[in-house]
Each structure stands twice: as structure tokens, then as C-alpha cells.
């Protein structure tokens, strides 16, 4: 299994961009996918989170990201509207299916004021 994450890059405070990771292999019954981040000297954190019905967001991107799956093309987007300089980090999405977990490679996000 393999997922491919695109659509980083250097934006402007208040600018948007939008992500996607696409899952290949064989990897079936997905039961979230998701969207988390690191930056420099900081732990890994969520940012958002789709499965079982539900969806949920870090208080920090509430109102900016949202995240979208095509479950046909599994595929999962995060859109990242009004960005801070503090949601610079590098973006890894995650593919939980039902006997594991998978993570990306990571994407870099580079918000500059």
C-alpha cells in the first residue's frame, strides 16, 4: 500500500491551498483517512479526521481546512483556506483500514506573514 501525498508548497499568510493523498495497493475497507502535521521541533498532531460518519478537526484549523474523501478514488483532500504562518509544517496523511494503519510520506506547507 502507498499513499501519495501532493499539493504542499510556499503560500502567503491569508493564501490557500489544498491537498490531496491518494491510496494504491491493495488496501480495502478504509475506515478513516486523515490529515496530520509536524512541525519543527514539535510533535505530530492531528489536523483532521474522517470515519465512521464523523469528522473531526484541531480546534486551531476549525473554520479554515476541511477535509473530503472520494472513497471511489481513495482518495482524501484537505483544503486549507486562510493560512497562518503557524500551520507551517509538513503534512502527512493516513489511511486506517481494519487491521491497520498507513502514513504518507509527507507534504511541506510553507506559510509565509
Known amino acids: 500500500v502507498q499513499l501519495q501525498a501532493s499539493g504542499g508548497g510556499l503560500v502567503q499568510a491569508g493564501g490557500s491551498l489544498r491537498l490531496s493523498c491518494e491510496a494504491s495497493?491493495?488496501?480495502?475497507?478504509?475506515?478513516?483517512m486523515g490529515w496530520y502535521r509536524q512541525a519543527p521541533g514539535k510533535q505530530r498532531e492531528l489536523v483532521a479526521v474522517?470515519?465512521?460518519?464523523?469528522?473531526n478537526y484541531a480546534d486551531s484549523v476549525k473554520g479554515r481546512f476541511t477535509i473530503s474523501r472520494d472513497n471511489a478514488k481513495k482518495t482524501v483532500y484537505l483544503q486549507m483556506n486562510s493560512l497562518k504562518p503557524e500551520d507551517t509544517a509538513v503534512y502527512y496523511c493516513?489511511?486506517?483500514?481494519?487491521?491497520?494503519?498507513?502514513w504518507g510520506k509527507g507534504t511541506q506547507v510553507t506559510v509565509s506573514s
Open positions: 495497493g491493495s488496501i480495502f475497507s478504509i475506515n478513516s
Open positions: 474522517q470515519g465512521g460518519g464523523s469528522t
Open positions: 493516513k489511511v486506517q483500514d481494519r487491521t491497520r494503519s498507513y
